[in-house]
């Protein structure tokens, strides 16, 4: 089994910044990718940002310029650092990861953007 713990949601302004780290431990044999999702209330989970095992990155149209994701390979750990947030980046940030038995989510942790 695959766990994926996340931390570094909080209360920010807008215009400031946070960052996000999810920490994956257990059986990780091979990772196909890493990512971030976000759920907003009344809305479907949508995608953030997600980097393959090769390190191509991949941004939603709403984050580009403002969000970075990473990763550390020594450590199994996905970053998304977040500049510039909005109210609209409000929402239940997921950890995501895909390897060779299937996907994997984190808990979810709570970004709120204040106005």
């Known amino acids: 089994q695959v766990q994926l713990v996340e931390s570094g949601g909080g209360l920010v302004q807008a215009g400031g910044s946070l960052r996000l780290s999810c920490a994956a431990s257990g059986r990780i044999f091979s990772i196909k990718a890493l990512g971030w999702y976000r759920q907003a209330p009344g809305k479907q989970r949508e995608l953030v940002a997600t980097?393959?095992?090769?390190?191509?990155?991949n941004y939603a149209d709403s984050v580009k310029g403002r969000f970075t994701i990473s990763r550390d390979n020594a450590k199994n750990t996905v970053y998304l650092q977040m500049n510039s947030l909005k109210p609209e980046d409000t929402a239940v940030y997921y950890c995501?990861?895909?390897?060779?038995?299937?996907?994997?989510w984190g808990q979810g942790t709570q970004v709120t953007v204040s106005s």
């Open positions: 995501w990861l895909r390897g060779l038995a299937g996907d994997y």
């Open positions: 980097i393959i095992s090769g390190g191509s990155t």
